[in-house]
């Protein structure tokens, strides 16, 4: 590995952890789609930075474009409480308009700014190395190692700091203004922290794959646990171990590093996404089935107790009676047989005892619907679990 | 050129004409099925259809490798249903709630469509320039061929839309109601999803990807403003739209350097921005009006109360008395008292006011109430 690879990838790695962070807190309150409209509305703030600074890593650009991402936010706020448009309009009327003047001036100005659009959406974090920042002539390292290292360590420390007043805001943001904690200060605090992480990963990984380094490893993270905690250090780690992954995928394949980059955290989540244990969509799916089956059992329980006449228990008239196709009746007696909870003797299904005391129960929870009657029943019903 | 000159071209100048016609009949389809988006709280789904669309764009490419435009809108087609059904599946099998679906989707399909075009940009086939238009959109390029396709489309969803308004309407509305009624809610839905991804995957050509979901948003909402109605907010909105398009590509056209998608996009922030302010029905300027005219006559009416409440200890209701007591109400009562001599509900006297038998009357009758 030459140096410039380590280094490559070591700017990856801070980017991933520093949008990881802020990420996780967007997706627990609903608001991941903001850190899309602010990646794309920073850039009028950029160019404008852009004539000022003439530097593209200027801290003072960065400040600037992370205002723009702020304003973005309150003027997202203010159109949803005219009460027009719903919140989602909003940001979709916002940040396109801010987008477009970005493009347009730009445009009008191509003479005098190197900056591309493209780029500006893009990023490009092979070139990342040769932008070195010097101190007194010594080179320390590239720049924007050291910007987004400095965002990671504010992000960290806010975090530390914040910790308990983040939980309880983005929990329940009415317990945390009766605590005292301004639900307020917190939302627009970590709306700027978004803004300046956004602003300072732009030029390594652009503005729309921005958007996937802060959700997708929360996202994915998400499925995996509940615990916030947790969740931080999972969503760290999906988000590092996919940005370095990404870069030799770019290497292997010789193309954007944001792209594949982006693309092995799509497959990081595909593959949470179908196979988590329990909030994957194959244990979503599974269990769903078997819910429905249960449900048939019960259904199909509770009519052998209504009926005594052997007509009606005629395993055959069952078919007909509860209008389930063959596959279905064939699942539902044999689960009740295996549990012990009817006999058929001459295709006349009877309840056995345990089956009758099963049936009492269940019917006693579902006209109190008190939780207690079925309690040990959980261990072996998904349906009881809810 | 100025704008003048663009509008005496428009009729002459076949370049400019299909581009305004395609820009035009855009903003139509968009504007009608945008309100369909907007009123299903689905808004931001154009925005992560238009950018899921990118990677079938790519790949239609390296699997053909012609750059023929309709095949490749095919490709988008295809991969903006597949990311639509996806925030889909997010959303009703998993606690991801709908922002992060729309949002991953988004993001995750524009990142792999990133990867194609760079892996594609590398190969050594001199073909594959130009690709990259789908990003911002280019409506020079548009040719009488993709505005024909546009028009058919738009008729087909016209067709499509009068055919089965009934039920886009009621399952809009109702989706329950629509559901016991018997509707196939299933079939209607993704009817009304699929024909918005076709406007979107249009849309980008001319557009691009990053600015679509304004193209469809936009027009919508301003429409909205102005209107309760199904019918005439789609009418508006394809009205709004058109001529954010022609007007759009009017500016472009007269100014040097200026891409025409960002401008259609502003244009069409404007009308937002106008009919929120300016709507007659929801503007807010004019509920600011309702609510100052609504504070005066509050305040009217508690002035009012109170000369009510002197005027009542006398026998005489007319009997003056000095404005100076009416102090409580300090600085409002001028122009109340004005008002109400006006009215005729008191009569003012050097500095006393007495209480007309009429607005005895209409004070009595504010405590009736």
Not at chain 1, 40 to 63: A, C, K, M, Q, Y
Not at chain 1, 338 to 353: E, G
Not at chain 1, 363 to 378: G, Q
Request: proline share 2%.
């Amino acid at each position: 590995m030459s140096t410039p690879q380590i280094e490559i990838q070591l700017i990856a790695a801070v980017v991933a952890m520093a949008c990881a962070i802020p990420g996780v807190f967007l997706v627990l309150r609903k608001m991941a789609l903001i850190s899309d409209a602010i990646s794309h509305s920073i850039l009028p703030g950029i160019v404008i930075g852009f004539f000022l600074t003439e530097d593209l890593n200027s801290p003072w650009l960065i400040l600037l474009a992370a205002i723009t991402g702020v304003i973005t936010v309150v003027l997202v706020e203010g159109i949803q409480k005219t009460g027009l448009v719903k919140e989602d309009t909003a940001i979709g009327l916002v940040f396109p308009a801010l987008f477009s003047i970005g493009v347009i001036l730009i445009a009008k100005n191509a003479n005098d700014i190197h900056l591309d659009v493209d780029a500006v959406l893009l990023g490009e974090l092979a070139f990342a190395p040769f932008d070195r920042l010097l101190i007194a002539e010594i080179d320390v390292g590239p720049k924007s190692l050291w910007v987004m290292g400095g965002i990671l360590t504010i992000t960290i420390g806010l975090l530390i700091a914040f910790f308990k007043e983040l939980k309880v805001s983005t929990f329940d943001a009415g317990l945390s203004s009766a605590l005292g904690f301004s639900p307020v200060v917190l939302h627009y605090g970590l709306m700027s922290i978004s803004s300046v992480t956004v602003v300072g990963a732009f030029d390594a990984v652009g503005a729309v794959l921005v958007v996937a380094l802060m959700i997708a490893p929360a996202a994915t993270a998400y499925l995996l646990t509940s615990d916030l905690k947790k969740m931080l250090v999972l969503s760290v780690v999906f988000g590092v171990s996919s940005a370095i992954a990404g870069y030799w995928v770019a290497h292997l394949l010789d193309a954007s590093i944001s792209g594949s980059m982006t693309t092995v955290l799509g497959i990081v989540f595909l593959m949470v996404y179908l196979f988590a244990p329990r909030k994957g969509l194959i244990a979503v799916m599974y269990r769903q089935r078997q819910q429905r089956t249960e449900v048939s059992l019960l259904t199909f329980l509770l009519h052998l107790n209504n009926h005594t006449e052997k007509s009606e228990r005629h395993i055959n008239h069952l078919n007909e009676h509860i209008n389930w196709q063959k596959v279905r009746s064939q699942t539902v007696v044999d689960l009740a047989q295996k549990n012990n909870m009817i006999t058929v003797t001459n295709n006349i299904v009877t309840l056995t005892p345990k089956g009758k005391e099963f049936t009492d129960l269940a019917l006693e929870y579902i006209v109190t619907n008190k939780d207690d009657k079925i309690e040990y029943m959980k261990d072996d019903f998904f349906l009881f679990r809810g | 050129m100025d704008l003048k000159e663009y509008f005496s071209l428009v009729f002459s100048d076949y370049t400019l004409r299909t581009i305004t016609l395609g820009t035009a009949i855009l903003g139509a389809i968009c504007g009608m099925l945008g309100s369909f988006a907007v009123l299903r709280k689905q808004s931001l789904l154009g925005d992560a259809i238009s950018h899921a669309a990118l990677p079938g764009i790519a790949l239609a490419f390296m699997i053909t490798g012609t750059k023929d435009t309709n095949l490749l809108l095919l490709g988008a087609l295809v991969s903006g249903l597949i990311g639509t059904f996806w925030i889909r599946g997010i959303i009703t099998k998993t606690h991801l709630k709908s922002d992060t679906a729309l949002g991953l989707v988004l993001s995750l399909f524009f990142g792999f469509g990133m990867l194609l075009l760079t892996f594609i940009q590398k190969q050594p086939n001199a073909n594959q320039a130009g690709l990259d238009k789908y990003l911002f959109g280019q409506a020079a390029t548009l040719v009488e061929k993709d505005v024909t396709l546009m028009a058919i489309v738009t008729g087909i969803c016209l067709v499509v839309l009068l055919l089965f308004w009934k039920e886009f309407k009621i399952l809009l509305f109702d989706a329950d109601y629509t559901k016991t009624l018997g509707f196939n809610t299933r079939f209607i839905d993704i009817l009304i999803t699929f024909f918005i991804v076709l406007a979107i995957v249009l849309g980008l050509q001319t557009v691009g990807v990053v600015l679509m979901s304004a193209m469809l948003l936009a027009p919508a909402a301003a429409a909205r403003q102005w209107t309760n109605r199904l019918s005439v907010m789609i009418l508006l909105a394809a009205v709004f739209g058109a001529f954010s398009g022609v007007l759009g590509t009017a500016i472009s056209a007269s100014q040097n350097n200026l891409s025409t998608g960002p401008v259609i996009v502003l244009v069409a922030s404007v009308f937002v921005l106008f009919s929120f302010i300016f709507s007659p029905g929801r503007g807010v300027l004019f509920k600011q009006v309702r609510f100052w005219q609504n504070r005066r006559d509050l305040k009217l009416q508690k002035t009012l109360q109170f000369m009510f409440d002197i005027a009542k200890t006398h026998e005489d209701i007319s009997h003056p008395h000095a404005i100076k007591i009416l102090n409580n109400f300090q600085g409002f009562a001028k122009t109340s008292l004005k008002e109400m001599e006006e009215k005729n509900w008191v009569k003012v006297q050097g500095q006393e006011w007495s209480l007309t038998q009429d607005g005895y009357n209409a004070a009595e009758n504010l405590y009736k109430q």
